[in-house]
Every structure is written in C-alpha cells, then in structure tokens.
C-alpha cells in the first residue's frame, strides 16, 4: 500500500481487504456525500437504495427534441440501475467494514431511534421531541428523567403509566 507500515492498515471483513485509516474515511465520506446527492432528485429512501436517477425526465419542448427527450429518459433510467448497483457494494463495504454510512447504518439509526422514541414514551421526558430523544444516548434517555427520586418513587411512577 505504497509504503505504508502495517500500523497505519486496518484489515477488513475476513481480513481479504487491508484499507488504512484514510481510505475508510474517504469511503465513509463519499457514501454520505452520494447518498445526499441523490437525496436532492428524489426521496430519502430512494437515496439510500441509489435511486432516483430514472425519474428525471424533459419534455420535448425542454429538451428541444422529442426523440432526445426519450433518450434523455432512456439514459437516465440505465443510469439509475448502474447507481444502484454502486450503491450496493458501496452497502456491502460499508457493513464488512463497519462504517458509520450506507443504507444498513442508516436503517439501524432509524431502528435504533425509534426504540428511543418507544422507551421514551414509557419511562423517559414527555416534553422531549423526537428530534432530542434521538440525539440522547441510552443511558441519559433512561435515567436521566429519573435523577434525584428514590427508586420506589420511580417505580411507583412507572406502574401509574
């Protein structure tokens, strides 16, 4: 790896892969950075699947041709299925490694955000939005509230719900 020492290589899934800090990072930054670009054609969904390239379109007026205006969709549409397959191994790369990007992370925020939500909702501050509950981590979600009561008033607390 062009002369770097073996301290500065990470080994990656089965240990086939050998990436150094750097080159995780960039992965991990061009994943986000293609994710919120295709963010901007369409839906957030559609971007982490890597979609949403075949829904641009002109018409004929716009594109000054009907013909071209078909083979602008055309293009688009081929396009879109070839994004998509990046952005599947890109997935693939991002899990074996353990990267904070791809659709498998962002699937587990949302998982793990809405069982804040949850637990919130049973034990935690009514008055926090979802928006604050989510950035909280779990401890600070759980106890939190409950800070400075007796255990026995909490549970009473709790029992009342």
């Given at each position: 790896?062009?002369?770097?020492?073996?301290?500065?290589?990470?080994?990656?899934?089965?240990?086939?892969?050998?990436?150094?800090?750097?080159?995780?990072?960039s992965i991990t930054v061009g994943i986000s950075a293609a994710i919120d670009e295709l963010g901007e054609i369409g839906s957030r969904t559609d971007a982490l699947r890597g979609a949403g390239l075949a829904d641009?379109?002109?018409?004929?007026?716009?594109?000054?041709?009907?013909?071209?205006?078909?083979?602008?969709?055309?293009?688009?549409?081929?396009?879109?299925?070839?994004?998509?397959?990046?952005?599947?191994?890109?997935?693939?790369?991002?899990?074996?490694?353990?990267?904070?990007?791809?659709?498998?992370?962002?699937?587990?925020?949302?998982?793990?955000?809405?069982?804040?939500?949850?637990?919130?909702?049973?034990?935690?501050?009514?008055?926090?939005?979802?928006?604050?509950?989510?950035?909280?981590?779990?401890?600070?979600?759980?106890?939190?509230?409950?800070?400075?009561?007796?255990?026995?008033?909490?549970?009473?607390?709790?029992?009342?719900?």
């Amino acid at each position: 790896m062009s002369g770097t020492g073996d301290e500065d290589v990470c080994v990656v899934g089965e240990g086939n892969l050998k990436l150094t800090e750097e080159a995780l990072q960039s992965i991990t930054v061009g994943i986000s950075a293609a994710i919120d670009e295709l963010g901007e054609i369409g839906s957030r969904t559609d971007a982490l699947r890597g979609a949403g390239l075949a829904d641009l379109s002109l018409t004929g007026m716009e594109a000054g041709d009907g013909g071209l205006a078909r083979d602008f969709e055309e293009f688009c549409e081929l396009w879109d299925w070839g994004v998509r397959g990046l952005m599947q191994d890109a997935d693939q790369l991002a899990r074996r490694a353990g990267l904070a990007a791809g659709m498998t992370w962002e699937e587990d925020q949302y998982v793990e955000g809405t069982f804040k939500i949850a637990a919130n909702a049973v034990v935690g501050n009514p008055h926090l939005s979802e928006q604050e509950v989510e950035e909280k981590e779990w401890g600070e979600l759980v106890f939190e509230p409950h800070q400075g009561r007796s255990v026995s008033s909490v549970r009473e607390a709790m029992t009342e719900q």
